[in-house]
């Protein structure tokens, strides 16, 4: 018998990091407190969170500022978005 549930990433079994990367996957961007609100983290539980899927390669930022406030936007990387994709795929097979 196969195993089932092989196919998971374990990057994403945190309820944050799914979020944080469901988030991504259907907008081109968010910034850090557009991400914060919708899943209402605080700053330093989603910054730890968006710190490990940035040291995966799975999501990138950039840093600009909005008049004289810095402001940072997240986006996924083209590894990261193969990979939440086959994370998906893998749940979806799971539960069939």
């Given at each position: 018998m196969a195993n089932i549930i092989?196919?998971?990433n374990k990057a994403f079994e945190s309820r944050?990091?799914?979020g944080i990367m469901s988030?991504?996957?259907v907008n081109e961007s968010a910034d850090f407190s557009m991400i914060k609100e919708m899943l209402e983290l605080t700053d330093g539980n989603l910054a730890s969170h968006i710190k490990a899927?940035?040291?995966l390669n799975y999501i990138e930022s950039t840093k600009q500022f909005i008049g004289r406030k810095?402001?940072?936007k997240?986006?996924?990387t083209a590894?990261?978005?193969q990979s939440f994709q086959e994370h998906l795929d893998a749940l979806e097979s799971l539960i069939r």
């Amino acid at each position: 018998m196969a195993n089932i549930i092989a196919n998971l990433n374990k990057a994403f079994e945190s309820r944050i990091r799914l979020g944080i990367m469901s988030v991504l996957m259907v907008n081109e961007s968010a910034d850090f407190s557009m991400i914060k609100e919708m899943l209402e983290l605080t700053d330093g539980n989603l910054a730890s969170h968006i710190k490990a899927l940035e040291g995966l390669n799975y999501i990138e930022s950039t840093k600009q500022f909005i008049g004289r406030k810095p402001n940072t936007k997240y986006a996924l990387t083209a590894l990261g978005r193969q990979s939440f994709q086959e994370h998906l795929d893998a749940l979806e097979s799971l539960i069939r």
